[in-house]
């Protein structure tokens, strides 16, 4: 039966205890569900020629012996059978192929085979994600054939088209605008469509990726500026929209979207969705609600009505996580086998790097997703709570459009043909909360006379590699309305001298906080002649 | 009868509230129960209340309207408490609120305060018309009564709402209630109105009511409803209808029709009669066809509780649960599991064209919920719990392929005795709350049932299994020979011993267990040579029998061929290679060509497999008759007990421990009554065989043979080896070693059994004898053996001071002391087998038997 049949047969509590009912669950009966899942998979992936393959002749009989027989696995391993859709090596025939970037523009197109099952659980998890994300309380969801969505995903086969797809197989909602029908507009041209959609019909439930959700909120009152064009509007909207405008002028306050819209649920997710959360909570009059998606995780969890962390949905994938300082052991020493722990293991304020093998045929086992999440709470038997903390350390993310690693980055110096010394590269705040990249470098003695290397045009220059590298970065400098790369020049061998005496190689993406204000001191005190610098 | 308009509605509803507390009177109080009680109680003294202030009795109308008032305004509240409890609502503060109100309103209502008593206008055909007049005042009640009524409404919702898909008497309550609440609307609000809507409205509601607590299971209708109170019923309502009918319709005959008076009254008295029989027939059909079925389902599960509680098998439980199953749910197929290991597997299958070929895992979510949950799960309602998103895809497909739609847990306290897995019923139907109902009685008696004939199984089987080839045992087979025997008389039972070659030199070179390696492989290739035709048995240590019955001998000559190749292919595989070859001597006999009892069957079968070995082993041997075959000689057969004993395990082979560790003190302190004592434990042991003593009789002689003389370790060497006569005192000593044996053994465990024997080994059968002095059969037979074993041995056995006498005089001297010191039966026989040469004697015995002269 489709959901929304079932919606005008079934009531609101069994409705709510088929696609909730995990969250009343205690740990126990949760850690239940994962282990026999992943005994399925086991028993499934060891026996594909990608199981083998990546097992190298061992044989695991139990969760516990594959945990200690096959290493965390990454991308890198799974690449030669993936790319090229090598369908006879997975435990069963992919129904789909998601892809998405690997390393911006440094590696080939990363796909993700997705089996009937996996969608079918893909499926099942979004309802519960919008019956959560609409609820008020416990059970009192508001979830309704013909709803509207405002929806800022990108269109197949990158994993958010999925989502109109798999909802018209359970409950039909009317997508503002449907990214896959309208897959050869540009990525501005559809947020401009579905918002004008939603001024003319309204809109129910709003998801977006964060920095995509605040994109069209603070692009809310030139979409209302009346240069649109013309718009056909219901006559309920259109007294809505007059009386909000009566209203601001007369409190003189800008039109703001909670004004004309009455949003049932708002979740978002993605990389930097925090930085977003508050100032979107105040335009929509309704506290978004997290969820976490991913390529090859599929829909991982959500936050319920209470907003206090996000719980992973038990049949996702099997879940492990890496203590931190165990992940930054293994970013200083690649050979290091990091330690893993169990949902029910996890303790709360401790960061954890995600791990996940996925359920139903799917293709990753052990697998590290290159996500850091936050335990929120954890304890007494509950199920624990995540919010999502940022990429890895090695991995620079800016609101879910870029993946800088060190390569990258080589690459596009050595792209811009720029004569740079020694750089790092941080990911950093500005006083809006707004996410930027921060890139510390040192002009070669020997660059001073010749080029010109005034910040400005550095920042500049770089930018036209970066987005030539990656085209998703020229998405991210409009999405933030700002130049997403701020340069500090540093003086030439700060950063070797540093390291020569801290005794350690600063890591040149993400160094820790106080290594970079380490570095920043030790620029202000020191002085070394330029012959030095260069030794 | 009086000037009343429709007064017989007031009857007929008071009469049927009268039926409904006298059916709920002797139903079991529940509080559900209990609360309908009250409300029905309230409903006859309203309508009671009602008729008598319309009848105008004493003490007068206004107080059989107070009655009735009183009875209207608890009508809300009662309805609200019966609610509460059906509904099984914990919180009781809107109850009190309702019930204080409730309180209140009675001094208003019976002091007219809400409502004053009505006015009576007399029409001028007599008949009488009640006015009220009503004022403000009735706000007041009014109020408490909008307040219980929606209050009730939204219980009534949530219920519903609750109940989703498994209506189960909310939605009858919901309607019941809106239709009195329309009948006091029409009696109100209808300008001019007479007739007693509100009466029957409350008749209906209160149907309905009991209609609710019936499809809850409250009460069982065929408890409620007899034929007594089915005619009584219906000769009353007739009587009722008879009062205010009867005359209308005879005036009506008579001046309408224009019958005549006598006619007119034998016309409406034989209408009268036949409308009751008519109605009786009718009701008690329709009775009938309504509760039938809930008659049918106890019958069934009377007999089903009776057949399943005498069965001790587990597959006609099996067959009983499918079929009673069956009869009641139309469902087309039924599995049933039974756990093994980890697993439930599929043991039963209502339709043979699917055979139960699958098996459940007990780690199952679906299990978990028939443990934790309900006894039950719908598959479809399961699917809606998140419980379900553990399945497995593997799962999911075989119930979606076996078309299951219900799975009910056969449940001994938490654990789980069986499952059994019910296919859709016809059309999709879904399971109703008495098929639930049904089904979860009949596991539960099943459950049972299942549980002590599984137990019993087990207990038969592991007292007729041996227990490392999972074979049945001897035990069985002697009973199952007996039975076949019979059973087969002419068409012929034939019976093969495969005896395993050289077994003991296997165990030596690769230890026991690989020999038991080797018995189970040999074991496995006869039962699969076998196959249906016959069953196998493991007899003895390296011994498997096989039972064929109307099979002649030419037929299990070719099984045996068959059995001698597959047991020599066992050590042809390459892995096993390094092993000795293994070979099989087969002996075979059938009866009744070559026997005519089941005893002389197991002596020719065995006969014919020791040929096969004394021919050359690796052979099948048929008995054909006595005349071809060598008797096996005692000796033979002495050897085979000995080795079994030495073999033995457990406890015997503890006190076989003993005895060797004994005598081997005994050797080292006295050579020659070390032999002695072996000698004398084998001539026993072949005399008991010759005399008919079973084997156990003979194992005890074996062993107190070896034992009889342990009590000389006490006596000193120089008494035991003296060449000339003892003195007094010596012999005196001398005869002290049997008590001294006695306290050794009875010291050691498991070895008491040896006692009798040796205490009576120097008994006399004249009564000479020591200790006791005891005479002929009052001497063990044991002790009996023993003694003529013993004397045997003396004589023949030399000595540091004399030589051993000829076999011949020994012989001699032995029948001479026949009657006096020996059993003269054992005697003869004895010197009989000597003679025959049926008995192993040694060398040096041998000797002088062969050189008379030398010993001259």
Known sequence: MRFDEKLNKVNHEQLWREYCG??????????YIQRRLMEEQLHLWSACGLGRKLLRGHEPKTIDELREMLPLTTYEDYADVLLAKRSEMLCDTPATWIQTTWEGGLRPTKMAPYTREMLNRYRHNLISTVMMASAKEKGNFEVKKGFRVLYGGAPLPYATGLMPSLFDEDLKLVWLPDSNANSDLSFTQRIKKGFSMALSGGVDYFFAIGSVANYITENFSKSTGGSGGKKKISFRHAVRYLRAKYICRRDGRPLLPKDIFHLKAFFYGG??????????????????????????????????????GMVFFPDSCFYEFIPEEEMNRNLRDPAYRPRTCLMDEVTTGQNYELVISVFHGG???????????????AGRGELPRFAYVDRVPDVIDIAGFTRITEESMKEVIRLSRLNLGEWVLKKEYDEGNNPYLHLFVEIPPEALGEEVV????????????????DSDYSDLKKLLNMEPLQITILKAGTITGYERERGHRLSRINPNMLDLQGLLKYQARAYYPPWEATV | MSGVPFLYVNVLALFGFALMFSVFMAARKTTEIRAFLFLIIDCLTWTGGSILMRLQTWPGVPFWYYVSLLSIFSTEFLFYLFL??????????????????TVLLVPGTITGFFLAPPTLIYGPDGSVLFTYTVNWHMVFPCILFVGVIFASLLLLLRMAREEGGQPSGAWILFWGGLVMLAGNMLQILLPGNIFPYDTLAGVVFAGMVAFALYRRRLFRMTLAISHGLLTITTVSVYALLGIFFVRPVQSFLENVVGLAPDLSVVLVS?????????????????????????EKQNNRLKQFSSDVTQSLSTGAIMQKLADVVQEEIPVEQIYICLPDGNHFEARYSANPLNPPTFSIDRDSPKIRYLQEQEPYLIVRDYHCTPHAISDWAAEKELFQRLDIACM???????????????????RGRPFGASEIGFLETVSSIASMALKNAGLYEQMYREARVDPLTGMYNYRYFIEQLDEQFTACGQDGLTLMYIDADDFKLYNQLYGVGEGDIALCRIGEVIRLCVGDSGAVYRTSGKVFAALLPKQDSSRAQILAREIGVRVVDINHVRERRHLKPLSVSIGICSAPYAASSAKELMDNTDLATYNAKQSGKDRVVVFRGATDMSAQRLTERTNAIVEHLERSNGAERGAVGAIYALTAAIDAKDHYTFDHSKNVARYAACLALAVGLNEEQVYTIYSAGLLHDIGKISIPEDILNKKGALTEQEYSLMKGHVNNSIEMIRHLPEM???????????????????????????????ARCLAVADAFDAMVSNRPYRRGLLLEDALMRLEESAGTQLDPHLTTIFTQIVRSGDIFLPPQVRRHSAAPAETA
């Not at chain 1, 969705?273 to 991982?300: F, K, N, Q, V």
């Open chain 2, 270 to 294: 034989v209408m009268l009669a036949g409308a009751l029989l008519v109605t009786y027939t009718g009701m008690r059909k329709l009775i009938n066809v309504l509760f039938i079925r809930e």
């Open chain 1, 454 to 469: 005034v910040r400005r045009v550095l920042e500049q220059h770089l930018s036209v590699y970066f987005q030539y590298f």
């Open chain 2, 84 to 101: 509460h409890r059906f509904a099984r609502e914990r919180g009781n503060l809107l109850l009190w609120i309702f019930f204080a109100g």
């Open chain 2, 408 to 426: 009910v847990a056969m449940r001994n306290g938490t654990e789980i005795i069986g499952l059994m897995l019910l296919s859709s019923k016809f």
């Open chain 1, 22 to 31: 995990f969250l009343d669950m205690d740990l126990s009966e949760y850690m």
């Open chain 1, 363 to 377: 293709a990753f086992m052990r697998y590290r997703i290159g996500d850091v999440f936050q335990c929120v709470s």
């Open chain 1, 271 to 308: 990389t930097d969705a925090h930085c977003y959360r508050d100032r979107l909570a105040a335009a929509w009059g309704i506290m978004p609600t997290e969820a976490i998606l991913g390529t090859e995780s599929t829909c991982l969890g959500a936050e319920t009505w209470e907003h206090n």
């Open chain 2, 752 to 782: 008491d059994y040896l006692i009798p024997a040796v205490l009576g080994h120097h008994e006399r059968w004249d009564g000479g004898g020591y200790p006791r002095g005891i005479t002929e059969e009052e001497i063990p037979v044991s």
